[in-house]
């Protein structure tokens, strides 16, 4: 199945494209999605700008515009959006 991930912000600067079609196995959950990325794209470090050391979000995640959980399983067609929380003060 194919589902749609979004870079945004500094995670952009990851991946030559910050929007893809990826292909994926039915069910897959989010964090099987971030290491097919990792996998497919070694040298991005695409992974640890994501997840810190024990596995936990480093930044926003979103699926179809509602926040998601690295459990999450998907869909096909879903839209995976990870971006950067940004503090103003």
Same mark, same amino acid.
């Given at each position: 199945m194919k589902v749609i991930v979004k870079l945004l912000l500094a995670l952009e600067q990851l991946m030559d494209n910050n929007k893809m079609e990826v292909e994926v196995s039915d069910g897959t959950t989010i964090m099987e999605l971030i290491e097919h990325l990792e996998q497919k794209n070694p040298s991005t470090g695409i992974r640890e700008a994501i997840l810190d050391r024990q596995g936990r979000l480093k =930044?926003?995640?979103? %699926?179809?515009?509602?926040? /998601?959980?690295? &459990?999450?399983?998907?869909? /096909?067609?879903? &839209? %995976? %959006?990870?971006? &950067?929380? =940004?503090?103003g003060g």
């Open positions: =930044v926003a995640l979103m %699926v179809n515009k509602k926040t /998601a959980k690295l &459990e999450q399983k998907l869909s /096909a067609g879903d &839209e %995976v %959006v990870f971006f &950067e929380i =940004v503090a």
